[in-house]
């Protein structure tokens, strides 16, 4: 666990002020992934989860489970997740046409785990 100025984390990202980094996992499909035209469906199921929270946070703490507002959000590269979407797309473009339809029928879906941050306010609940 990091820690600065008040502000702690679970990995190499710091929140500051109210913020929370919210690590967030849930399913895609393999296809949409390597298409280059995946966007989060809204039919999959996302579990977020408290990854780090800037000093002004006050009643969260880290791997507290939440149910947050999603909106657009930038993408935070967190040192260590190989699950990103963005690293999966490296993966499966690396991949020769016969290995990826191969991982197509085998695996039609993978978890990904995303990272954001978010100001405190969209943290709807705390799940128990």
Not at 37 to 43: G, R
Not at 83 to 88: A, E, G, I, P
């Amino acid at each position: 666990m990091e820690e600065n100025k008040g502000g702690i984390s679970n990995c190499n990202v710091i929140p500051r002020n109210n913020n929370v980094l919210v690590k967030m996992t849930f399913t895609a499909s393999v296809m949409a992934l390597t298409s280059g035209k995946y966007e989060k469906e809204s039919t999959d199921e996302v579990t977020a989860t408290i990854a780090g929270m800037g000093p002004l946070v006050q009643d969260l703490a880290l791997e507290d489970k939440v149910v947050i507002k999603l909106q657009e959000y930038s993408s935070i590269e967190v040192d260590g997740n190989n699950s990103s979407v963005r690293k999966l797309k490296e993966a499966y473009s690396s991949l020769k046409p016969s290995e990826l339809s191969q991982l197509i029928r085998d695996t039609p879906r993978v978890t990904v785990v995303q990272y954001g941050i978010f100001p405190e306010f969209l943290i709807q609940a705390k799940l128990k």
